[in-house]
């Protein structure tokens, strides 16, 4: 239901030109619905996002563009909501009871264009590489529009890969260009600069350039691993990938690996599927299309934020330091982790411990009865939904798709609103299985210690909730630079180069706890709970017909 | 080498949605499909595996063996005095004297193979397999088609598989082995695998998917894993052994797809009749419509075309 407007560097235009221009032909939108600006990058993005009338700006293409980023970036909590980019590696993991036929001919078959980066344990690596070679030999490059060709030319402005690869590499590592074989006849690469031979490159090691910055173009890296684990170690430790598939013919083995993966989506002796109606992964990295329609949507009860009012107060509160800050992180990221893999029930029985012993409290002096029964009952509330959490089993085309949510992780809180600090938004974080670290004004300090010893005292790690003093407006961007997993901002602000190290960042509503004395609002439980976890959707392609 | 065995992962789903992807792929038109056809029918086994088959009909099958695409046509394509013959002569091993006759009679040297070893069952004891293959060989055969035990791969008696077919091997002499896994039969496609590596191991010249007579024949998956089979054989072994799908092939659209995947799976020098073989009956009156078809621009009324 929004009207869109798509700014795009000359290069990319014609696509997207020629797409406005049919869906104005015969009706298909009405006028206005689809506009395509191109031009000069970085002062288009500038007069975007300086426009009143723009609510939301996302990005697509690849990820390198941070200029553009920084130039487009707005207050989470006001002016144009920032999407996050789209794009990114795959990964594939080929343990030693895979299928190596199978695994080669998928991995060549999809070729993404992202690039792929293979990690191979050590036993197969070598009939798996002589596989790869084959079939990247029988790949033709040529023109897109001859339905023989397997490999087109680079997209446009898209960097040369020689760039990245010219590196001198180190001694005894090769770089394999595949050029078609001579035994097949097929035609030479065309000419132009635009066509890049299917390359494959072996003997690299993850500090190499071309697994740090990746290259668009047919593109794969072969990296030998140990073991399962020392895949999820070195998986998780590359940057920008997406997706991940996992080969491996002993269940327990593969699923244990797909399930440790941090990519939002894995297939399973599988790659490249995807969903046409976008169910489990809408195409974006760690997003499901719930969450890729609330980017585009906006529940009723959230207001759109005036762009020139002031969010809080200019306040001059004292902030934490900064080492008091980066102990706090630091506690709740060792905490995270094993709070985190608790079985939805022993979080459950955790706080249901802590609501009781809050209940014994009641009287104390500072403690206010209502207040303190809400909270109570906010944590037997997210209790039941720490329970209930299990995910959704949807069908897709070949298989099934179990769809998950994973906590956070570390979760920063930056609250700077002029009323005392909420407690209730606390228990759906910590339900889930995230670590909390607040900022707020001292004023709630006292609730929140009783909630902190009660927590503890029911059996959550000590890290797991941490309540600083602070609340000024700048509170959010000093919290985002000691990187949480998530950053929640109740009036405090950040700037793009803090926020540029936190995935995911939310600008909270102030009506999502509802209004003092009312129920929370319809679906207000739902934004929570999209809000705390990421999604993991594991592809199990189901038997063959 | 029992070690290969144990280590043969087969991911249906994966390759049954690559065989999915072959149906997919372009077909040829005009002068390449002709030319594909042609290469097809030289890889065609003809054969005739039937309880009423006698000398008349098998004297039929072998003057269209001699004469598979009718004169004028292969003319106008310039190819009539390539040899354009069938690869082969497949029959029961009590027709065999019946069609080297004719074969002699026809003036021609296309080899003759025999089905031996308990055709189509294979349940059989090896005494009787072994000296069914003798006798085909003594009445002429030059290639010979055995049955494996089924029962073996099921259970699961690598070495007892191994043995077998080491023995038929002997038996057959310097004649041509192909031997026959009966896949439909087999249950997995991780057990099509291992047979394939066992009756490499053992000295088959080519590997058969299926006898005709079982429930599912040739199909592509099947194919793509005996494929990869012969592939790893090759680069373990340095040795070529061949790849013939049978049963179930009756459209020339179908021969061109199997051609196309032996071509992408092991490569062109696998398409040639000495590496690759086609089992059919009824695909060559299909294969002959379509050359009539490309030639005239029409198709053939039934008596325009030569019975087999």
Known sequence: GNTVLVLCPPEAAPPLLYLAELSGDGGALPPGALNVVTGPFPD???????????????????????????????????????????????????????????????????FPWGGCVVLAQEGVLAPLERRLRARLG?????????????????????????GLLGVPWPAGSSCVCVSPPSQVFQPLLPPGDRFYPPTLITGVAPTSRCLREPAAGPVLVLLPVRSPGEAVAVASGLPLTATAAVWAQDVTTALDTAERLPQGLVWLNA?????????????????????????????????????????????????????????????????APGWGRLPGASRARGLRGAAAALGGTRGTPGGNDGDNGRLQEALLRWAAHAEQMGGAVQEVPGGRALVTRRPLGVVGVAWSWPRPLSLELLPPALALGNSVVVVAPPGAAGAALRLRKALVAAGLPGGALAVLPGGSRGSGA???????????????????????????????????LGA????????????LELRCTRPHCLWVPAGAP | ELGWISKVYVNRPAVVRHAEQIKKWKT??????????????????????????????VRRLCFKAKHPIREDLLKALDMHDKGITVGAVCVYPARV?????????????????????????????????????????EYGATEIDIVISRSLVLTGQWDGLYEEIRQCRKACGEAHMKTILATGELGSLANVYKASMIAMMAGSDFIKTSTGKEVENATFPVGIVMMRAIKEYYWQTGNKVGFKPAGGIRTAKEAITWLMLVKEELGVEWLTPQLFRLGASSLLGDIEQQIFYHVTGSYPLQHELAMA
């Not at chain 1, 996002?49 to 207050?75: D, I, K, M, N, Y």
């Not at chain 1, 029988?138 to 890969?161: I, M, S």
């Open chain 1, 138 to 162: 029988g790949l033709r490059v040529g023109d897109p529009l001859d339905p023989g060709t397997d490999v087109g030319p680079l997209p446009p402005a898209v960097p040369h890969p020689e």
């Open chain 1, 516 to 527: 003092s004395g009312l129920d929370p609002p319809l679906g207000a439980t739902r934004e």
């Open chain 2, 97 to 137: 004297t019946d069609a080297v006759n004719a074969l002699k009679a026809a003036g021609c040297n296309i080899p003759v193979a025999s089905v031996a070893a308990g055709f189509p069952s294979g349940q059989t004891p090896l005494e009787t397999k072994l000296a069914e293959i003798k006798l085909a060989v």
């Open chain 1, 478 to 512: 000093k919290l985002a630079r000691h990187h949480p997993d998530g950053l929640w901002l109740c009036g405090a602000d950040t700037d793009w180069t803090s926020a540029l190290s936190v995935p995911r960042v939310w600008g909270v509503p102030e009506r999502v």
């Open chain 2, 28 to 57: 040829l038109k005009g002068n390449w499909q002709a030319a594909w056809l042609l290469k097809a029918v030289t890889c065609i086994d003809l054969t005739t595996l039937s309880g009423d088959d006698t000398p008349s009909n």
């Open chain 1, 271 to 335: 790659l490249n599927l995807l969903d046409p109606s976008g169910g489990c992964a809408g195409g974006a990295e760690e997003t499901t299309l719930e969450e890729a329609l609330r980017e585009f949507g906006r529940p009723p009860w959230e207001q759109p934020p005036k762009p020139e009012e002031p969010l809080s107060p200019e306040e001059a509160v004292p902030d934490p330091e900064d080492t008091e800050l980066a102990g706090a992180v630091l506690a709740a990221r060792a905490a």
């Open chain 1, 44 to 110: 288009l993005c500038r007069s975007l996002r300086a426009h009143p009338g723009v609510a939301a700006v996302t990005f697509l293409g690849t990820t390198q563009v941070p200029e553009v980023q920084a130039l487009a970036w707005g207050s989470p909590c006001r002016g144009p909501r920032a999407g996050w980019a789209r794009g990114g590696r795959v990964v594939v993991v080929v343990l030693d009871s895979a299928d190596l036929d199978g695994a080669a001919a998928a991995i060549v078959g999809a």
